[in-house]
């Protein structure tokens, strides 16, 4: 069975400070995508990144890195220096071969607020 | 259109009303989804869509709730009989067939049934 744990349910940092939310998955599948969204105060899911389960190499972009350890079943998130307009909802989803990647199965969600 | 628009975005409804929940996908995305987002939860796959056919219903809660969608494009979400466990936002998204660069959600509609 398919499912995705974020185990922090809130984060609370201060501005330019580094913070890691954790994103561990379930799947019986080899062939997978994980994704992350984040969503703002204002409600709309965006989208930020897709990784395939055969690309274990991080990616960075600007301030955001991704962390994919498919020997611990992990897809953490890390966000450098953090600003206050990072404070959202961010979310962890797993795509599955199975369902022709259809189905996206998301975490509860870790809220993230950073303060001045 | 230029994203996926979700109306209402609000709906106050008695419980026992039947409510109906509209999404209009991006032109050219064969994919539509719903989902729905409990206060403080995750969100929870409800449906989707390729094309006019609905290949996985399997995440609907319970006979009184039904999608359609017609011309490949809007889609309706129809919740009859409401009860109070059914307040939620209702999210849908759409994507290419190639889901492979995520989908695109629109706003929602937050329901509240009173």
């Known amino acids: 069975a398919q499912k995705v744990t974020q185990a922090q349910t809130e984060i609370s940092v201060v501005e330019k400070e580094d913070v890691t939310l954790d994103c561990v998955y379930e799947t019986r599948d080899t062939t997978y995508y994980l994704f992350w969204y984040k969503q703002p105060p204002s409600g709309e899911l965006v989208f930020l990144i897709r990784?395939?389960?055969?690309?274990?190499q991080n990616e960075i972009s600007g301030r955001y890195s991704w962390n994919f350890q498919k020997s611990t079943s992990s897809f953490n998130f890390t966000i450098t220096a953090s600003q206050v307009v990072d404070s959202a909802v961010y979310f962890c989803a797993l795509s599955e071969v199975n369902t022709g990647f259809q189905k996206l199965v998301f975490g509860t969600g870790t809220r993230l607020l950073v303060s001045p | 259109g230029a994203g996926v628009s979700q109306s209402p975005s609000n709906k106050v409804t008695e419980k026992g009303k039947d409510v109906e929940l509209r999404c209009d996908p991006i032109?050219?995305?064969?994919?539509l989804y719903w989902y729905r987002q409990s206060l403080g939860q995750g969100l929870e796959f409800l449906i989707y869509?390729?094309?006019?056919?609905?290949?996985?219903k399997s995440g609907l809660p319970s006979d009184r709730f039904s999608a359609e969608r017609t011309g490949g494009s809007v889609s309706t979400l129809t919740i009859q009989r409401t009860q109070q466990e059914d307040s939620a936002v209702y999210l849908c998204?759409?994507?290419?067939?190639?889901?492979?660069?995520?989908?695109?959600f629109g706003s929602g509609t937050r329901l509240t049934v009173v």
């Open positions: 990784r395939n389960s055969f690309d274990e």
């Open positions: 998204a759409s994507s290419s067939y190639q889901i492979v660069n995520g989908y695109t």
């Open positions: 869509f390729q094309g006019n056919s609905a290949p996985d």
């Open positions: 032109s050219g995305h064969t994919a």
